[in-house]
Every structure is written in C-alpha cells, then in structure tokens.
C-alpha cells in the first residue's frame, strides 16, 4: 500500500471514532437564564462545581455535576429538579463580576496614585510631602467609587419571577 491510501485508512479509522463517540455529538448543561435576555445567561456543564440552596435546606450547598438527564440534575451526593432549587450562588461564575471587580481595582488603584503623586510632587517642590485639598477629595471620591463598586456584585441567581433554570440535553443522534 501506498502513503495516500494509509492516510485515507487512519482518517477514516479516527472519523468513525469521532462521530461514534456519545461525548462528540452530544451536550448537556444546566442554563441560567434572566427573562429573554441572552446576555445574562450562565452554563454549568457536566464536572463543574455548583452552590445552591434547594427547598429542603435552608442554606447553601457546594456539589459537582455528573450527569444532566431531561429533568434531573445528577449530583455526586444529591440529584434535583430545577424546581428544587431556590438559589445557586453565581459569584464566582458570573463574568460581569470580573468587570466589576477590575472597574473598583481601577478606581482605588487610581485614587491611590493620584494621592502618591501629589505628595511626591509636594516632595520635590517643598522639600517636604504635602498634599493639596483637592487632591485630598478627589483620591477620597475615587477610593470611594472603587470600594462601593467592590461590593455590588452579582452574587445569587433566583429561581424566581423571570429567572428560568433549564436542563439543557442535545443529542446528535
């Protein structure tokens, strides 16, 4: 046998496991979704970790994925209905919450440098640090803004009104 036909061999041999493969052509995930709003939704995939209360229990638990059927969540110590779940804890999932984060991280970072400036300025003129008035509130106003920006954060997903949790399977077969 020639180069070419081996090559068309093996890719024919690794297409037909490809394609047969259950994990190729199928997907499954837990949505999050607020209204109609596209933007705001959150995926959980099978293997990742998940904190919710469910109606049972009044406080939060941290549980991974295992499996996703048509109307169960398969956890590694629980499974649940979506209608089971009151809460799932989305602050570290969330991607708006890197943004807020960054935002407060540059508006204190920012104040703060403003504040070292000016009284290295103060320095090198005086011979002595000083800071102006205006220095003063303006750092104050944008460590403020920072700090305030640090703590509105998304941080729970309801189960309630427009807040839909869906069990998401799709299979290729």
């Known amino acids: 046998m ?3 036909t081996i090559k068309k061999f093996w890719l024919l041999i690794s297409m037909v496991f490809f394609f047969g493969s259950n994990e190729a052509v199928s997907q499954k995930f837990l949505l999050l979704q607020k209204g109609s709003n596209q933007k705001t939704r959150l995926k ?3 293997g990742e970790i998940i904190t919710y209360k469910s109606k049972t229990n009044d406080f939060f638990i941290t549980d991974r994925i295992t499996d996703i059927q048509n109307d169960i969540l398969v956890l590694s110590e629980n499974v649940l209905r979506p209608e089971d779940i009151v809460s799932i804890d989305i602050y570290d999932k969330d991607p708006r919450n890197r943004t807020l984060k960054n935002l407060s ?6 104040g703060f440098v403003f504040l070292l400036a000016d009284g ?3 320095l090198y003129q005086e011979g002595r ?3 102006g008035q205006g220095t003063l509130v303006t750092s104050g106003i944008m460590i403020g803004t920072g700090f305030i920006l640090s ?3 998304y941080r729970y997903f309801e ?3 427009r807040n839909k949790i869906q069990l998401i399977v799709l299979y290729g077969e």
């Open 120 to 122: 290295v300025n103060g």
């Open 2 to 4: 020639d180069q070419r």
């Open 151 to 153: 703590r509105i954060r």
């Open 44 to 46: 959980y995939e099978i």
């Open 129 to 131: 640090p000083s800071i």
């Open 105 to 110: 991280t540059l508006g204190m970072a920012g």
């Open 159 to 161: 189960n309630k009104g």
